[in-house]
């Protein structure tokens, strides 16, 4: 339950302060320094024999420190050893990280650079395992190190460079290799994998009771022929219950539910039919939009599918070819899948096309537009005199039925069923009105030329049902 107070605060205004307003001095700089608590303070520069004065006293400083430090070491080295004379089974090392706390601390270190000497020793220790006799031991590096670091401190700085310089690119290459290249079994990827893990979970245990921070880590495969399953771990079971409030899930449901996005993919995720139809749509129509633009050769707002002869074919002079659909509409009129992969695949591999029309093609196609269009108005308005049946032949060149759709050159098309209008019925001088009803003048024809009842009516709750007097007290008489 909330309650909310709303208090009003009456601010009274005198004389006194609006004078206190006038001398007020508003600051326009916020950033600037307050100099009385922040004076400016000039320092004098010394002099040699101050100068040397002062390196004299850092060194004999320096001296003091070295000396404390070296006390301290050998003092700790000796608890260490007193401690593992007490208590064995550890080296000397051990017992020192144990005394000051450094166990704690983070055993993972960087790694150092490839350095020329490491590369010289191993340039030297493949060449003389290469010369030596067969069956014979190998040589190691720490067999002839000695021997060669007087070599290698003979040799000048240029020559080291010039002779380990091939030899430090290949260290690096095997050093980035072992560290991310791929293994070749899986059964090697499991091993590295179990290790590595386990090691990042123990450095984060330990992190964790050092500092208290929480963590949740997922690790899961990509790969189906990949040995390991998936893995969660958590330094706290709020986790838990977070995620249970949130997603209806427990930790080890998610696991799963992630392995299984990484190795479907997004493509492998679980689609109802109405998403895909959406995604069906807008792929479609997008195309059909990038096609017209491209084969008109400028911008066009939009593409027009109810009167594509007047808003496309007449204005950007473009004519559409090989569409595959007996309806001619806009793709997000379509309720089928089917339909509409057939008219995607059809706009990706090209056999439906926008053909631009050159200016000889256009003059034809305004003749024939022009002359459908005079000769089709009669013919659906005016009624046959005779009293006979209206044709229903549609027209197949109507320009609101279906766009000019081709699959011949342009001065190839000739109108079908359209009378010309020398020879159209003439419109009689007076008509009736009953032959100017729409229920007897309008038909109503689809994109393939069938005939298209019209829709019935539904039926009144109350037909048939006996309607008395009005109630009320006009109706009284």
């Given at each position: 339950m909330y309650i909310f107070l709303q208090f009003s605060v009456m601010v009274i205004v005198t004389s006194v302060s609006l004078d206190r307003l006038k001398v007020r001095k508003v600051a326009s700089n916020s950033a600037k320094k307050r100099t009385v608590l922040n004076p400016r303070r000039s320092k004098r520069k010394l002099t040699a024999a101050e100068k040397a004065t002062l390196r004299e006293i850092r060194a004999r400083s320096r001296t003091k420190w070295t000396e404390a430090l070296e006390e301290?070491?050998?003092?700790?080295?000796?608890?260490?050893?007193?401690?593992?004379?007490?208590?064995?089974?550890?080296?000397l090392d051990y017992y020192v990280r144990v005394i000051t706390q450094s166990i704690t601390s983070s055993n993972i270190k960087p790694h150092k650079n490839v350095t020329r000497w490491n590369a010289f020793v191993a340039q030297e220790t493949r060449k003389r395992n290469a010369e030596r006799e067969p069956g014979t031991a190998a040589i190691k590096t720490s067999d002839i190190s000695k021997e060669l670091s007087m070599q290698w401190h003979a040799l000048s700085p240029e020559e080291q460079y010039e002779q380990t310089q091939e030899m430090v690119g290949t260290l690096q290459t095997a050093r980035e290799v072992k560290k991310t290249g791929l293994h070749n079994t899986s059964l090697t990827a499991f091993h590295d994998a179990r290790a590595v893990v386990g090691h990042i979970q123990t450095e984060i245990v330990n992190l964790h009771h050092r500092t208290g921070i929480e963590f949740l880590c997922f690790a899961v495969w990509k790969d189906i022929h990949q040995y390991s399953a998936p893995y969660v771990f958590r330094t706290s079971d709020l986790f838990d219950n977070f995620f249970h409030h949130i997603t209806k899930y427990t930790l080890t449901d998610l696991a799963l539910k992630l392995e299984a996005f990484f190795l479907g993919g997004v493509d492998g995720l679980a689609r109802n039919y109405v998403e895909r139809l959406v995604q069906l749509k807008s792929l479609t129509t997008s195309l059909i939009k990038e096609k017209l633009v491209n084969a008109a050769g400028h911008p066009i707002s939009r593409m027009v599918y109810s009167n594509?002869?007047?808003?496309?074919?007449?204005?950007?002079?473009?004519?559409?070819?090989?569409?595959?659909?007996?309806?001619?509409?806009?793709?997000?009129?379509?309720?089928?899948?089917?339909?509409?992969?057939?008219?995607f695949n059809a706009w990706k591999s090209g056999a439906a096309h926008f053909v631009k029309l050159d200016d000889q093609e256009y003059k034809e196609w305004q003749s024939q537009y022009f002359q459908r269009r005079a000769g089709v108005a009669p013919e659906l308005i005016n009624p046959v005199s005779n009293g006979e049946s209206i044709n229903t032949n549609p027209p197949s060149a109507m320009p609101d039925a279906h766009p000019h759709v081709t699959n011949s050159p342009v001065n190839e098309v000739q109108p079908a069923n359209i009378p010309t209008p020398a020879t159209a019925t003439e419109t009689p001088t007076n008509p009736s009105p009953s032959a100017l009803a729409p229920a007897t003048s309008f038909v109503n024809f689809g994109a393939d030329g069938s005939f298209i009842p019209p829709k019935a009516r539904k039926t009144r709750k109350d037909k048939g049902v006996p309607r008395g007097r009005r109630k009320g007290k006009e109706n009284k008489a």
């Open positions: 301290a070491q050998e003092a700790l080295r000796e608890a260490a050893l007193v401690m593992q004379a007490k208590v064995p089974g550890h080296q594509f002869d007047e808003a496309i074919t007449l204005k950007h002079a473009v004519v559409l070819k090989g569409w595959p659909l007996p309806k001619f509409c806009c793709p997000s009129h379509l309720t089928g899948c089917s339909d509409l992969e057939i008219l």
